[in-house]
């Protein structure tokens, strides 16, 4: 026996959240959120790494619709931003809406009965509107190398760090030096006996300028959410102008350069070490990660700096490039995420039955990064180029939740059963991406990166004024999606009321 829900959301991090306020402001009650962990908050409850913190400023890095008056840092840890998410689904209304432990495993649309037919751990749904509320960084990557199931040690992802494990006087292999091992690197070095950090491309470490926000202003905040959406305008705004550098003119980013180079010589002494921490890419390439701590951690007595990639791993010991050999009682990998192939594209298949993996062939594309023809009635949150380097993702979540709204409430209002973009617009707006991707650091910084796509294309960053993403995705354009009633062989495309009806949608 199959259950019924007019629209199932996948997952319960920003996104899902952020839809299921959306829905629900709007008097909309027949939606579930189907969440594979015990708990809401996605990747805020899954990285539970020592020093786990959001590297962009609390009062952006949280919705505009629910400012959380009692940050205790200009940048929050993960424990905050998992409670705050779940003071949000309380808030929102939204536990009778959620189901957890339930892993989706497949979703199919049915165009005979123009129905999505979800295969799930704890059986089958059906819904009129599928959105994949996933996010980018849920599938952990380990890197492509031989022998990691041979070893004998301890082995963790950073995302999924097992917090019972003693790391006190290990031997310990750290591999990658992105935005999580530079968080957790630090916090782990006084613990472990000896620390091998595999770097195989240096990163731009920025000063951090984090500070605790103290008790006045919290009072302030609370009494008075105007002050605190002030903050967050000139945290918006600050952000928004590196733009600048990113994407219009990125010969800019030479000034962030200068202050990149300047943390280094005011933190590293050794000429040599210092050589081995000098990324030779512009910066920006890959995402800036901001850290004051980073640099003193790696010249620690304990610590070795492998400017090397991990090229094997043994039953004891872990292989450089080199072919130096290094006995580890454990290895951590902070070795990323499945970005540019956008998870739960390998089980979401669409009206030919292809899947959406396959259909995009190595190389992802939506329209607002949301939606794909061929697959009515599905949505995505972070979908292609919806990626930033340089300003919050919870800024563009909030303009897709209004895009998505949008769509549920023309299906619901017109009485079509499928919604599905045009082909052109979809083919417009991606090509206008990729103008704009043409001369950006991301193309032009001599990197490469997990933004890439397998057949090279940058699949992952959204190359313009964050303000536009928000604006297209807000300002509902109906020529833009083809409302229909019944399968497609039966009315070949939109029926006139429906096309009309779906010009007055909102
Ligand atoms: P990541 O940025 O993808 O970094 C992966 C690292 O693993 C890179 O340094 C990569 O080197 C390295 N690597 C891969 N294979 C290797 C090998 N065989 N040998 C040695 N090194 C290898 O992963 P991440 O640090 O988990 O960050 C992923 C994303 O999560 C971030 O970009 C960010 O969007 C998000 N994040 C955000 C925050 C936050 O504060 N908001 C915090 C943590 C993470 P190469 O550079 O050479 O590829």
Not at 427 to 452: H, M, P, Q
Request: one cysteine or more; aromatic letters at 10%; glycine letters at 8%.
């Amino acid at each position: 026996m199959s259950r019924h829900a007019q629209v199932v959301i996948i997952g319960s991090g920003f996104s899902g959240i952020g839809l299921g306020y959306s829905l629900k402001k709007e008097r909309f009650e027949d939606f579930v959120i189907l969440e594979r962990s015990a708990d809401v908050g996605g990747v805020w409850n899954l990285n539970t790494y020592p020093g786990c913190t959001c590297d962009v400023p609390s009062h952006l890095y949280s919705f505009s619709f629910a400012p959380n008056p009692e940050w205790s840092s200009t940048y929050s840890p993960q424990p905050e931003i998992r409670d705050y998410l779940h003071t949000c689904l309380e808030r929102f209304g939204l536990r009778p809406h959620l189901r957890t432990g339930v892993d989706v495993t497949g979703a199919a649309w049915n165009e005979a009965d123009q129905l999505w037919e979800i295969e799930t751990s704890d059986g089958r749904w059906t819904a009129n509107v599928l959105v994949s509320a996933v996010g980018p960084l849920t599938e952990p990557k380990l890197p492509d190398v031989p022998g990691i199931g041979r070893f004998r040690g301890k082995v963790m992802h950073s995302a999924r760090w097992d917090n019972d494990y003693d790391l006190a006087g290990k031997r310990v292999a750290s591999i990658g030096t992105g935005a999580s091992a530079i968080q957790y690197v630090p916090r782990i070095v006084d613990r472990v006996g000896e620390l091998f950090v595999f770097q195989r491309t240096a990163p731009w470490i920025m000063p951090h300028d984090k500070r605790p926000i103290t008790d006045a202003e919290r009072a302030r905040f609370r009494r008075n959410p105007a002050a605190q959406k002030r903050e967050r305008d000139k945290v918006y705004l600050s952000k928004e102008a590196l733009l600048l550098g990113f994407a219009k003119q990125p010969k800019l980013m030479k000034l962030v350069e200068g202050l990149a180079r300047k943390h280094r010589e005011s933190q590293v002494a050794d000429p040599a070490l210092r050589a081995a921490l000098t990324p030779d890419y512009l910066v920006g390439c890959k995402r800036i990660v901001p850290s004051n701590e980073w640099y003193p951690a790696l010249q620690k007595p304990n610590v070795t700096l492998v400017p090397k990639a991990l090229r094997e791993v043994r039953e004891n010991s872990v292989v450089d490039a080199d072919g130096v050999e290094r006995e580890v009682d454990a290895i951590i990998f902070a070795t990323g995420f499945h970005v540019a192939d956008i998870p739960f594209a390998d089980r979401v298949r669409g009206r030919s039955g292809e899947l959406l993996q396959d259909h995009w062939k190595g190389s992802p594309r939506a329209y607002l990064g949301a939606s794909v023809p061929g697959f009515p009635n599905f949505f995505m949150f972070l979908g292609p180029n919806t990626g930033l380097g340089h300003s919050s993702m919870v800024y563009m979540i909030e303009a897709q939740v209004a895009h998505i709204t949008h769509a549920i409430r023309a299906l619901d209002t017109t009485g079509a059963t499928a919604i599905e973009v045009e082909q052109s617009v979809h083919d417009g707006y991606n090509r206008r991406i990729d103008a704009k991707l043409a001369t950006t650091v991301w193309e032009l910084g001599g990197c490469t990166s997990f933004y890439r796509d397998v057949n090279g294309r940058n699949a992952s960053i959204y190359p313009d004024w964050t303000f536009r993403f928000r604006r297209d995705n807000v300002k509902w354009r109906a020529d833009a999606y083809r409302l229909t009633t019944g399968p497609a062989s039966v009315t070949e495309g939109v029926t006139p009321a429906v096309a009309a009806a779906s010009a007055i949608a909102r």
